[in-house]
């Protein structure tokens, strides 16, 4: 076993002392005291698969998942089905004869030319010339997906796929999922083996070299420091039963009322003189508690955790330790949480929530560079094919998608994968025109359980069950991305029509929720359809995201925000959204300031993974509260990594993109009281690299195909 700090009081206080004086590696893979065990290979796309579907999948994959090892688990609305039978079509032109074979999830019928061919083996040669192709794949509960080759090279462009053999849409495929001889639900998890960074005799337990001496009734607890879903492995030997307690904090791990975890208990095990090995059950952990009835000797606890293959695309460093300590935390809170989506807590329900897995995509599309995993949140958050108002479980969840559509087209350029969301798109839209009553708003009143979720800093309102501003604004902001979809794939007259939607719900937004004397939005209406005129975040974010809020009042409205009771003392995780509308208005140094006191503070206290709702000023037992629950908070959740990579991307280096020119990209840096920094994040032509100065003598370097201009020094 390797302890990479020794243990006691001591010890730990100057680990802590020491670990806030240097930048600290939070994500595993870049740890260099973790061992990767097996590194995931694979970069050639292979399967093929209806748009879509594979979310829909791995999706019910998650929940199973879930299921097996989460307690309090609830999910509201509904979402595409997983469909059992897909078609695939081409039609080929061979200049000699070729060879064709095939491999799928399911059983697959082989028509060539409109006639069932007779091969059994998965081959054919076919001779030169022209041939339509057709595969008909039944997969019994898979996804049902092929691998195709022509002379034994794999064959993906130009397929096309449809669930009813009438609609026919562009064939979806990944260089991860179902590559390097995995089958596209296969997870193409890096495996890493973690180290104790201490352990921490508490009663009647002793340390002797790499040995845990464990007497009667004693326990120790053991910090992984790394927040991770794994398997917890160590050599044991003695006599009784051996307990293990796992969770996020030393608090949950060190209760042992199991009926208040969020995680199903683990099993006793009994034990013997001769040493055995012991791996504990899939688990999201950081600390383990180790307790023996009669006593025994332990040694090599190891934490083999799954992680998803990346390439940290963005990297950033400066002269501010606090700084980097918030990039470097917040990439692996987004990285722990990604596991084929960008998932809730890893810990309490390890599901995909459009909200959070949308808002992800603004971190990850640049940290990570995954398309495939943004896709599978982007597709999380559209409703099901011809949806209806009982597949809303959270109103205005769904309206997350088109927004996250348009991040995803303008940070990739491949405006073909867009159209194959289409049929979708517009079907959500057509929903919300049948939502809108006589002023075009939304309100909560569609029949759904949960109502309006901003977030949960709603302290302030607005009424979940009521009629939101931010919620008329996200849709305004729906049209106005509808229409210029519509637009690129060629439909004139419904740009029209949703051109014309957007700016009448701009009209009656101004109309009936913009306070002039306070140059602010109100919250909206509330349940019984009194105007709210509270003022919270929600609806000015949105207004500067969508394009509406005046500019003249930003002075105003950047003013009256740390005014808004509970503003830095309660924290949720729409702060990615709300953070982008502070490098938006170029609130650099606010925005750091409120990165300093609350997410900074969160690491000083010791953990090394943002949550989900926190607040500073609370006691460290409240901070661990959430749904009334103990220990409900998740310490680990994805969408609030966003807020420092957000910080650094669009805040320091000022990055812009055009809605209009996709390779045109602005850059304003802001270095507030740095002496330097060093920026690379990708485009989709490339690399921009920015070595930023105190002395604005910047260094910038960006790929061909592209124009950067520079705002400033």
């Not at 999830?105 to 028509?111: I, P």
């Amino acid at each position: 076993m390797k302890l990479k700090h020794k243990v006691g009081c001591l010890s730990l206080l100057l680990l802590a002392t020491a670990l806030q004086a240097q930048t600290i590696q939070y994500d595993p893979l870049l740890d260099p005291a973790v061992s990767i065990q097996e590194s995931f290979q694979g970069n050639q796309c292979e399967y093929l698969w209806y748009p879509g579907q594979l979310s829909a999948h791995l999706q019910q994959k998650r929940v199973e998942e879930s299921a097996e090892r989460c307690v309090n688990v609830g999910y509201p609305g509904n979402f595409y089905a997983p469909a059992y039978s897909t078609s695939f079509r081409k039609t080929v032109h061979f200049a000699a004869e070729t060879t064709l074979a095939w491999t799928s999830t399911g059983k697959a019928k082989l028509y060539i030319n409109g006639k069932l061919s007779g091969t059994n083996d998965n081959s054919i040669r076919l001779p030169k010339g022209k041939h339509s192709l057709l595969f008909e794949v039944e997969a019994e509960n898979n996804l049902p997906a092929i691998k195709v080759s022509l002379d034994g090279k794999p064959s993906v462009d130009g397929w096309e796929a449809s669930l009813d053999k009438t609609t026919w849409n562009r064939g979806e495929t990944s260089p991860v999922f179902g590559t390097a001889g995995r089958m596209p639900l296969d997870d193409p998890e890096t495996l890493v083996t973690i180290h104790p960074s201490s352990v921490l005799p508490i009663r009647n337990a002793s340390i002797d070299n790499d040995k845990i001496m464990l007497q009667k009734n004693g326990y120790v607890l053991i910090d992984f420091f790394h927040l991770e879903v794994g398997k917890v492995s160590f050599s044991v030997k003695g006599k009784g039963k051996l307990t293990a307690l796992v969770g996020e904090s030393p608090e949950e791990t060190l209760n042992e009322d199991t009926t208040l975890f969020e995680q199903r208990p683990i099993e006793p095990y009994t034990l013997s003189a001769t040493e055995t090995r012991i791996t504990l059950p899939e688990r999201g952990l950081r600390y383990v508690k180790l307790f023996s009835e009669e006593g025994c000797e332990i040694t090599d606890v190891t934490f083999t955790v799954k992680m998803w293959p990346v390439d940290f695309q963005m990297t950033f460093e400066c002269d501010d330790e606090r700084i980097n300590n918030i990039w470097n935390a917040s990439v692996a809170s987004l990285h722990t949480s990604t596991h084929g989506f960008y998932l809730d807590g890893i810990k309490r329900d390890y599901l995909p929530w459009s909200m959070d897995a949308v808002l992800s995509t603004f971190g990850g599309d640049y940290v990570f560079c995954d398309k495939q995993v943004s896709l599978n949140s982007l597709s999380v958050a559209l409703l099901p094919l011809n949806p209806t108002t009982s597949d809303l479980g959270i109103p205005d969840y769904p309206l997350h998608a088109l927004i996250g559509f348009q991040q995803h087209y303008k940070r990739y350029g491949d405006f073909r994968t867009i159209l194959s969301y289409r049929d979708r798109m517009e079907q959500l839209l057509g929903l919300y025109e049948t939502l809108q009553d006589e002023k075009g708003f939304i309100s909560a009143n569609v029949g759904v359980s949960w109502g309006f979720v901003p977030g949960w800093a709603t302290r302030q309102g607005p009424d979940r069950k009521g009629t939101p501003t931010y919620a008329q604004i996200m849709l305004y902001y729906n049209y106005k991305i509808g229409a210029d979809f519509c637009t690129k794939w060629g439909d004139r007259k419904a740009a029209r029509h949703y051109r014309a939607k957007a700016e009448a719900l701009k009209k009656a937004i101004f109309t009936y929720f913009w306070n002039e004397e306070k140059g602010l939005f109100m919250n909206g209406y509330t349940k019984q359809g009194e105007l709210d005129e509270g003022i919270s975040h929600h609806a000015q974010y949105w207004a500067i995201l969508a394009g509406i809020f005046p500019e003249s009042h930003y002075d105003k409205l950047f003013e009256t925000l740390p005014t808004i009771p509970y503003y830095k003392e309660y924290v949720s995780y729409e702060k990615g959204y709300e953070f982008m509308a502070y490098a938006k208005a170029r609130r650099v140094r606010e925005m750091w300031n409120f990165l300093f006191t609350v997410f900074g503070d969160w690491l000083e206290q010791g953990h090394t993974r943002f949550p989900e709702n926190f607040s500073y000023t609370k006691t460290k037992k409240e901070q661990l509260v959430f749904y009334n629950r103990p220990y409900g908070l998740s310490l680990c959740h994805g969408a609030n990594g966003v807020p420092g990579i957000v910080a650094v991307l669009n805040g320091i280096a000022g990055f812009r993109q055009s809605d209009t020119k996709l390779n045109h990209y602005t850059l304003q840096p802001d270095l507030m009281d740095l002496e330097w920094a060093n920026i690379e994040f990708p485009v989709k032509e490339g690399k921009i690299k920015l070595r930023l100065s105190k002395d604005g003598n910047h260094k910038i370097e960006a790929p061909a195909g592209c124009t950067v201009e520079v705002v400033g020094k």
